[in-house]
């Protein structure tokens, strides 16, 4: 069993297999952070949809002949609308989609990369359980914490990714995965901030097993048919 140390002990010396005292534990900070992260960025894009909403109900209620030609509008592809209006957005839109599609040889590289990044992850956290669920952080002497960054940033730009890609904005961001990363991601740079370390949550990066199938298909080891196969067997 780990021995415990306070706070005023660890910033004397940081003993790394020392568990942090109780009444000096932030493990709540770390969920916060989530926390806010998730219920900020839902609050944001329910009120942008809203906004969204109310500017073209005013516009059709100035307008009303353009009732038919938003309806019109609203039946066309996504790919459609994006040709017809060329903005910056619709750009990088468009660049981000091409780099997280399977369709693509540069999307396909990247799915297979994010998935093996974060097996490897799921192996520097079982290095990490070792030590007690909250110890202290000597960026000084550990080293651990420098592949967390940089696995985790890495996370962070395959987020920003998808999520930019994301045709319905709402939906990706209640996806499974994506809950997986908003509570993932940012305890890694939490810790920094509090030189304190908390194991947690990290390993619901395990999470991304679910994509083991679809891996496999991009790269050729595993085809369609017998996924389909072996789904209609069970």
Request: a positive charge; hydrophobic letters at 50%.
């Amino acid at each position: 069993m780990s021995k415990t140390c306070t706070r005023a002990e660890l910033s004397v010396k940081c003993d790394e297999d020392c568990l942090v005292a109780k009444e000096d534990r932030k493990w709540w900070y770390f969920l916060a952070t989530s926390a806010a992260i998730f219920f900020g960025g839902l609050l944001i894009i329910l009120a942008s949809r809203l906004i969204i909403k109310i500017c073209n109900s005013k516009r059709t209620r100035l307008n009303p002949s353009r009732k038919d030609a938003n309806k019109q509008r609203a039946i066309r592809p996504p790919v459609s609308e994006g040709i017809s209006k060329r903005g910056i957005y619709v750009k990088l839109k468009d660049q981000a989609g091409t780099l997280i599609t399977a369709q693509t040889f540069k999307g396909r590289c990247l799915v297979v990369l994010s998935f093996l990044l974060s097996m490897f992850y799921i192996i520097l956290y079982a290095v990490e359980a070792n030590y007690p669920v909250e110890h202290c952080l000597d960026m000084a002497i550990q080293r651990l914490w420098i592949f967390d960054i940089a696995f985790n940033l890495f996370f962070l730009v395959h987020f920003l990714l998808r999520f930019l890609a994301a045709n319905d904005k709402l939906m990706f961001w209640l996806e499974t995965l994506s809950l997986v990363d908003i509570l993932t991601i940012p305890q890694v740079f939490v810790q920094v901030v509090l030189r304190q370390n908390w194991l947690g949550l990290r390993f619901l990066r395990a999470m991304h097993f679910i994509r083991l199938a679809d891996i496999l298909q991009y790269l050729g080891i595993i085809h369609s048919r017998y996924c389909n196969v072996f789904i209609t067997e069970k």
